[in-house]
Every structure is written in C-alpha cells, then in structure tokens.
C-alpha cells in the first residue's frame, strides 16, 4: 500500500483519505508523492562487503609500507583511492598521517641536535616548561 504524506505538514494521512487532518491541505492522488520524511528510529544500512581487510591483509599491507622508498608508492596510491579496498584506503591515509608526524618530529630534533652545546640547556628549559 502507498503512503500518501501531506505535502503542507508532512503527516501521515490515513489510509484512502486526501485531506490533512492537521492543517487541510488538500493532497491530489494524481500528484507527484512527495518525498515520505525519513523513517523514525536509527536504520542500519550495513551491506555485506567483500572489501574488508582481515589481519593478514593489514599486516602485509604494513609491511608494503614498511619498505624504505618502495613502499611509499603503494602507500600514495593507496592514500589516493586507487584501490577498490576503503578499508586499505583509509590504513594508508593514517599510514601517512603518522608518517608525516614522525617526519616533522625527527625534523625538530634534528634542528635541536644541530643547536649542539645548548641542546642540553634547551632540553632543560623545554623539560621545566613542561613541568610548570
Ligand atoms: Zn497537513
């Protein structure tokens, strides 16, 4: 059976009946249905997926990106979408994420090692900082 909506007020109106019973607007059979408001209630539209990565698949998928150099080409193109996997598509992005942190990170003290005799006075200054 077709539900027909008001196209005023967005009621339910009862079976076999055109006129709102809320605000009388009257609602033409022969009309284009207007769009029903969503369902009430949280759906769960889950389809089945073929694309899930199991265990072993993201541990090899790690150990690709492990790979010094090689393994920042399957990571990029990953990252990208070139892969029909979201799952693999979304390990990469954090894969890089994490790589770009760690890279600014060993940046910052490899600045802070090239400071040389005022690295130790530094560290203090940073390790008080903290403290405070
Ligand atoms: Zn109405």
Avoid: E
């Avoid at 369902?39 to 010094?68: E, I, N, V």
């Amino acid at each position: 059976m077709k539900l027909v909506f008001c196209r005023q007020c967005g009621l339910l109106l009862p079976p076999g009946q055109y006129r709102c019973p809320r605000c009388g607007q009257v609602s033409a059979q022969t009309s284009a249905p207007t769009p029903p408001p969503p369902p009430p209630g949280p759906c769960y539209p889950d389809p089945p997926r073929d694309d899930r990565l199991t265990t072993a698949r993201y541990l090899g998928a790690l150990c690709l990106f492990w790979l010094p150099l090689v393994g920042l080409i399957p990571l990029l193109i990953f990252a990208a979408g070139g892969t029909r996997s979201q799952d693999l598509q979304r390990l990469a992005q954090a894969y890089l994420i994490r790589q770009v942190i760690l890279s600014a990170a060993a940046l910052v003290l490899a600045v802070l090692f090239v400071l040389g005799p005022n690295l130790p006075l530094l560290l203090m200054l940073l390790g008080r900082h903290r403290l405070l």
